[in-house]
């Protein structure tokens, strides 16, 4: 058992390509997923969009794993394996692209960020393609994916991906800081449970993964606290569980990753507005 039970549950999906749903065309539209559904490993031929306009969506590849909040998109480049999981109760908008179509010259996945103009259109287009009324050559159409296109081109890549280890004695490592994020041992501590030194931890991390010990704690502790967010759990106790060695700490780092803190966090906003709901209603008569 995780020490932590509110940690992430951590699956790596390396997936035989060949074997793997495919689906051909990336379906432009809108999707509502309860908390913890999940889409299966699948490929698509077009490059995919996937903005949770509400709660948080996970990507998970063999290459590892990319997390968004509501300030954030998914870009999914054609024929990557990719599975979904819905953190949250979630409300996912897909826009599919053509392979032929690379607006942002992509072809790994990334995390980009969304303004609230891009927000809109990324809706409003995927909403509408979700719809059997909508004319998909219609110049209204063809001018807000014109937009978009635009918009996409000079949205910035965040570095938000969080990659999966190869190595079988760093696999060791991410799995330990999985099970619980706030595990706070040194990698030489770590080490010393895996039967390897640090220096030889911290050679792997940049070999393989292609980041320090520490920075990928921390991006493992921001996808947790992601999750944790988008199930309204309290900031104080999102810092607690994620190693965090006070809130403003926690704030401080929450606010550089993602412009924003916690506290406004969307998921943070809709919880104060239900808790302030469930004031109002019961105080007020029948």
């Not at 490993?41 to 590892?64: C, L, N």
């Not at 190693?243 to 412009?259: M, N």
């Amino acid at each position: 058992m995780p020490k932590n039970r509110h940690a992430a549950r951590h699956t790596n999906h390396h997936t035989n390509r060949h074997t793997v749903r495919h689906t051909p065309v990336a379906p432009t539209r809108t999707r509502y997923l309860a908390h913890g559904a999940e889409i299966d490993a699948h490929r698509h031929d077009d490059h995919q969009i996937a903005y949770a306009g509400r709660g948080v969506v996970a990507v998970t590849t063999d290459a590892g794993s990319w997390v968004a909040p509501g300030t954030r998109a998914l870009w999914v480049p054609a024929d990557t394996v990719h599975a979904h999981q819905a953190h949250g109760d979630v409300e996912l908008h897909f826009v599919g692209l053509p392979a032929t179509e690379n607006p942002l010259g992509l072809d790994t996945p990334a995390v980009l960020a969304v303004g609230p103009l891009l927000r809109e259109l990324i809706i409003e287009y995927a909403r509408t393609g979700s719809s059997d009324t909508t004319d998909a050559g219609s110049p209204e159409r063809a001018r807000l994916r014109a937009v978009l296109l635009d918009q996409l081109k000079l949205s910035p890549q965040q570095p938000l991906h969080l990659p999966t280890p190869t190595a079988p004695l760093l696999r060791a490592v991410c799995d330990i800081l999985h099970a619980d994020p706030a595990d706070p041992r040194t990698l030489a501590g770590l080490g010393r449970e895996v039967g390897a030194s640090d220096r030889t931890l911290s050679r792997l991390f940049r070999g393989d993964l292609g980041m320090t010990f520490p920075q990928w704690r921390t991006q493992l502790r921001l996808h947790h606290a992601l999750i944790l967010l988008a199930d309204r759990t309290p900031v104080t106790t999102v810092a607690n569980l994620c190693g965090w060695s006070s809130t403003s700490a926690f704030i401080d780092v929450f606010r550089r990753a993602f412009g924003h803190t916690p506290g406004s966090h969307p998921d943070q906003d809709r919880s104060r507005a239900d808790a302030s709901s469930s004031r109002s209603s019961a105080t007020s008569p029948t």
